[in-house]
């Protein structure tokens, strides 16, 4: 169970609570009963504390939660950063994937960016940071706490090699796609060339 992962989830679930409950449409039903759900929690916790407390998902959670900055591998040097620093050469073009052994390391670089700028460059890095704001530049910008949550998440972890990295980014970006073919059907022809779709 990563510590990073739990940060960035409990952080965007806040966030997204939060600007629900300032949006203009906010469900005030919806509140009520997320509040409702929230008392019922905490009582039950409150009442039965041990088994909560003996649940493994419970302990799992606090114990990596309480260790935070304890383990080996909590630090710039355990993900790999020093790369960055004692391998400047490759920072322009970079140094591809694999073949970990050329730094002294039997490991990936534990970092979704930094990891981008080792093994592509300067460059690749450039690219990808592109392809990202270009995903959520066409969204509107409405999905950037994602985003961010997930790069929190990727200072320790290397989330290239996860497929549903991809498939969020192409989410987030087709969104804006679907809603313009959408206003596209319900303007028609004469719409469009009177300016009804930017």
């Known amino acids: 169970m990563s510590k990073a992962a739990i940060i960035a989830y409990a952080g965007m679930l806040f966030y997204y609570s939060f600007i629900k409950m300032m949006a203009k449409t906010f469900d005030k039903k919806a509140f009520i009963y997320m509040l409702i759900a929230t008392l019922i929690i905490s009582a039950a916790y409150y009442f039965n504390r041990e ?28 993900r790999g950063y ?11 073009f970079g140094a591809g994937e694999g073949e970990y052994l050329r730094f002294k390391y039997y490991i990936e670089f534990h970092s979704t960016l930094g990891n981008i700028l080792m093994s592509y460059g300067i ?3 450039f690219l990808y940071l592109a392809s990202i704001i270009f995903a959520i530049k066409n969204n509107g910008w409405k999905d950037t706490y994602i985003i961010f949550f997930i790069f929190l998440y990727g200072l320790t972890h290397n989330g290239i090699r996860n497929t549903l990295l ?8 087709g969104e804006d796609i679907s809603t313009n073919a959408v206003k596209y059907n319900s303007l028609g022809k004469e719409g469009l060339l009177n300016g009804g779709f930017d």
């Not at 020093?82 to 322009?92: D, K, S, V």
């Open 123 to 125: 460059i690749g890095l």
């Open 166 to 173: 991809w498939i969020l980014v192409a989410s987030i970006s």
């Open 82 to 92: 020093y790369r960055l620093i004692h391998y400047p050469q490759y920072l322009i």
């Open 51 to 78: 088994v909560i407390a003996s649940n493994q998902l419970y302990i799992s959670v606090m114990n990596r939660v309480s260790t935070i900055g304890m383990d080996r591998d909590d630090n710039l040097a355990g």
